[in-house]
């Protein structure tokens, strides 16, 4: 029986490839040598979303604000099919994606994945608005993550009556899922902790990890669409502290400036997303594999054929595959 040849292109129909050369061109447009970005312009040329309180395909939602000083905001999807009974939908607390320094919560892009989620799943989700590098460094976005996560535990009120926050689970794509990771290993160092949200389960989604060498998926997809080296080089600098190289534990988290995982009690089960044509592949089978020697539960789901970012494309068939993977993982775990 013959073997099938290893796909040499990701798979990307037409309409993605187009969208994807234009988002990287933008984006390396808005990126100044001197570490800088040019928000004026990419401002202008972002798609954006409002919320809408009249259910769109069924998923109303509002932008709820947690501290004005920072413009620290979420945007709440509520599927409008929500049971009637109380603390009965999963609540999803998801972080967007854009190297630490694109993108919101507001982006047409995230608005659409975030609506998907709370309809397939379905859940309550908070997409999370947290602040941008350069302007804002590490830690801002961890810092802003854990807080929503704070405010949630502090105002029940905020969230539907059916949101069960107990049912608590953080999700992220890209940048978004370093960040989910990094909020759950707070959450789970805290001296005070949470009273209400209780975590149930971590969703990374192709995380955004590194470190100062080179790897095998690094160099041979070195120009991959969207996450090019010198992309994700530029991002580093522009997140990480004046100084710090990508060891720093924010990027490299399972390097040698590591979390002690094996002694962190109540880290939630997690599930890996990897891509194969993504150079960050393995950073992230890394990250899986650091977990499970720790005595972590950790499941990797790989997608060899796909790209970074592919499931934001709802024209990319596995996009409502990796969907409903979140769903089951999230069924599972009520189970």
């Given amino acids: 029986m013959a073997i099938p040849a290893k796909p040499t292109s990701p798979e990307m129909p037409w309409k993605t490839r187009i969208a994807v050369s234009l988002i990287s061109r933008v984006t390396d447009l808005c990126c ?26 069924g998923v109303s939602s509002s932008d709820v604000t947690v501290d004005p000083s920072r413009h620290l905001w979420f945007r709440l999807f509520t599927p409008s099919s929500a049971p009637s009974a109380p603390a009965s939908l999963p609540v999803l607390v998801f972080f967007h994606g854009g190297g630490f320094c694109f993108l919101s919560a507001a982006s047409s892009a995230y608005d659409a994945v975030c609506r998907r989620f709370a309809r397939k799943l379905p859940a309550v989700v908070v ?10 460094r590490f830690p ?6 854990f807080d929503v996560l704070r405010f949630l535990d502090e105002n029940p009120s905020a969230l539907p009556p059916f949101a069960d926050v107990s049912r608590c689970f953080l999700a992220g794509d890209s940048a ?24 149930a389960g971590l969703v990374v989604i192709q995380p955004y990890f590194g470190g100062t060498e080179r790897t095998e998926s690094e160099i041979r997809l070195t120009e991959a669409p969207f996450v090019s080296v010198p992309r994700t080089d ?16 924010a990027a490299n988290v399972s390097g040698p400036n590591a979390v ?17 044509f993504d150079p960050l592949r393995d950073w992230q089978k890394r990250y899986y594999e650091w977990l499970r020697r720790s ?28 969907i409903l993977k979140v769903k089951d993982f999230i069924d599972n775990q009520k189970s």
């Avoid at 990480?240 to 720093?248: K, N, S, V, Y």
């Avoid at 995982?261 to 194969?276: D, I, K, Q, R, S």
């Fill in 32 to 57: 100044r040598s001197d570490g800088t970005l040019n928000r004026r312009l990419l401002g202008f040329l972002e798609l954006k979303s409002t919320p809408n309180p009249i259910p769109v395909r």
């Fill in 127 to 136: 997409s999370v608005n947290y602040r941008l590098a350069p302007e804002h």
């Fill in 140 to 145: 801002s976005q961890y810092d802003d993550g």
């Fill in 176 to 199: 978004g899922a370093n960040i989910a990771h990094h909020v759950a290993v707070r959450a789970c160092q805290s001296e005070r902790k949470l009273a209400r949200v209780r975590l």
């Fill in 234 to 249: 530029w991002c580093w600098k522009a997140l990480l502290p004046e100084g710090a190289d990508r060891d720093h534990g």
């Fill in 260 to 276: 002690d995982m094996a002694g962190l009690e109540g880290f939630p089960a997690t599930v890996v997303v990897v891509g194969g």
């Fill in 295 to 322: 005595g972590k539960a950790a499941e990797l789901v790989e997608y060899p054929t796909m790209f970074h970012a592919f499931y934001i494309f709802p024209e990319v068939p596995l996009s409502t595959q990796l």
